[in-house]
């Protein structure tokens, strides 16, 4: 993944390419080409791209029929997403009925006074969250009814029903605490490191894929969860944004496997000397201008402090764990070129990190007060940065974890065809 651009504190992302399954291929592309068409020219990087609203069909009208950001579209009709827009944009400007398909809608009252900016701010949010929400839902319907028949599929009443289903799933759901003992790793994007950890998994530790612990996420923000109780990726509302709220993205491993009701500290000891052996494996020697060797990331153009370098273990600095790790690290080849440093969780306030990407510096936490918090859905068993894993790994393996409980809903905006 690209790293997020930044201007004026603010995040923004746009949509990035992975190598999927031809049939998902064109979809992608055609979604990416109209964000970045329209990413090129507006000025506002929480306002709904226009150029979605093709996909989005019916269910973006539907849920901004509750939106608090303005009028009730009623697109109840078989027409085809622009018509009911610009129909839906003709009622307002003419204030009259356009024989029925869409109700008469009453003008909201002019202000008499000058608008909040940060209602403002809150309004576009709210907006963004249930657009995202909304696109879940189209996409779903296009993936299980394909492109011919995705606008029967996606119709407003099953918008609502998504939409009303993911708001009452709490990210605690699927962030709790499993019953074995884990930790969490984070140095760059995701998605390859969590096919690096289930290598060691499967090999190393001989696991089967129902037994698989690595599960993709967010962690070491000093704010927590959002005060809705998520945390998200970028396209969900800014309260929930993950690097927002100082998260770092990581992947939780558990060291002991799913069913067991005991396990050995040597066992233990045995799992985390093979996760943190693929932990310092997956930086890269680079040498600078003056000969000094550093500790470069595997994606090094995913820059910032959410894909900044973390491990968090139970009790940090001061548990058992930590100086297996520090073991580890000095056996790996870039031993003098990395430093283990104790965290205290990054707050992320007015575009400002308080502890930022470095390169060669490792923030350890303590995961029991800066805990871990699922990815979505969609990040779960993903292909890498330029790279193409196998269907096994991105179908069975997905599939098998999430059977056994590995990961579940969160709440946040889901791509179902990913």
């Known amino acids: 993944m690209a790293a997020p651009e930044r201007e004026k504190g603010e995040l923004k992302r746009g949509f990035d390419a992975p190598r999927r399954d031809?049939?998902?291929?064109?979809?992608?592309?055609?979604?990416?080409k109209k964000y970045?068409?329209?990413?090129?020219?507006?000025?506002?990087?929480?306002?709904?791209?226009?150029?979605?609203l093709p996909l989005i069909n019916r269910p973006m009208l539907s849920a901004r029929a509750s939106s608090p950001l303005g009028t009730s579209h009623v697109a109840a009709t078989k027409r085809g997403p622009w018509k009911a827009v610009n129909a839906a944009r003709a009622a307002k400007r003419s204030n009259a009925d356009s024989s029925g398909a869409i109700e008469k809608q009453t003008p909201p009252t002019a202000p008499t006074k000058k608008t909040n900016p940060a209602q403002q701010?809150?309004?576009?949010?709210a907006l963004l969250a249930a657009g995202g929400l909304a696109?879940?839902?189209?996409?779903?319907?296009?993936a299980a009814a394909g492109p011919a028949r995705a606008a029967a599929a996606a119709a407003p009443s099953g918008a609502s029903a998504i939409i009303?289903?993911?708001?009452?799933?709490?990210?605690?759901s699927s962030a709790a605490s499993p019953s074995y003992p884990t930790v969490y790793f984070g140095n760059g994007c995701f998605w390859g490191r969590q096919?690096?950890?289930v290598e060691a998994e499967t090999k190393e530790l001989g696991r089967k894929p129902e037994q698989l612990t690595s599960v993709t996420g967010y962690a070491g923000g000093a704010r927590g969860a959002a005060p809705d109780g998520r945390v998200c990726y970028y396209y969900a509302n800014d309260a929930s944004v993950y690097e927002r709220r100082g998260h770092a993205e990581v992947v939780r491993v558990g060291l002991a496997p799913p069913g067991t009701s005991t396990s050995t500290p040597e066992e233990q000891e045995k799992a985390m000397r093979a996760f943190a052996r693929v932990y310092f494996s997956?930086?890269?020697?680079?040498?600078?201008?003056?000969?000094?060797?550093?500790a470069l990331r595997q994606d090094p153009q995913d820059a910032g402090p959410g894909y900044r370098n973390v491990v968090g273990l139970p009790g940090g600095t001061k548990s058992p764990l930590f100086k297996i790790l520090e073991e580890e690290k000095e056996k790996s080849a870039l031993a003098s070129a990395i430093t283990l440093v104790e965290g205290r969780g990054n707050d992320f306030r007015d575009g400002k990190a308080s502890e930022d990407d470095e390169v060669g510096k490792v923030f350890v936490y303590d995961s029991a007060s800066l805990p871990f918090f699922a990815a979505e859905r969609w990040h779960q068993f993903h292909n890498g940065l330029g790279k193409s894993f196998d269907k096994t790994y991105r179908k069975s393996y997905k599939k098998a974890a999430e059977d056994a409980g590995a990961f579940g809903p969160t709440g946040c905006p889901e791509f179902p065809f990913l």
């Open 22 to 32: 031809s049939e998902e291929v064109g979809l992608w592309q055609n979604l990416q």
């Open 36 to 52: 970045q068409k329209h990413e090129s020219s507006r000025s506002d990087p929480r306002a709904v791209p226009p150029s979605f």
């Open 121 to 125: 701010l809150d309004r576009r949010s």
């Open 135 to 142: 696109l879940s839902g189209a996409l779903s319907a296009i």
């Open 164 to 172: 009303a289903a993911a708001s009452a799933v709490s990210a605690s």
């Open 195 to 197: 096919h690096d950890f």
């Open 282 to 294: 997956q930086f890269v020697p680079r040498k600078g201008r003056d000969g000094k060797v550093f």
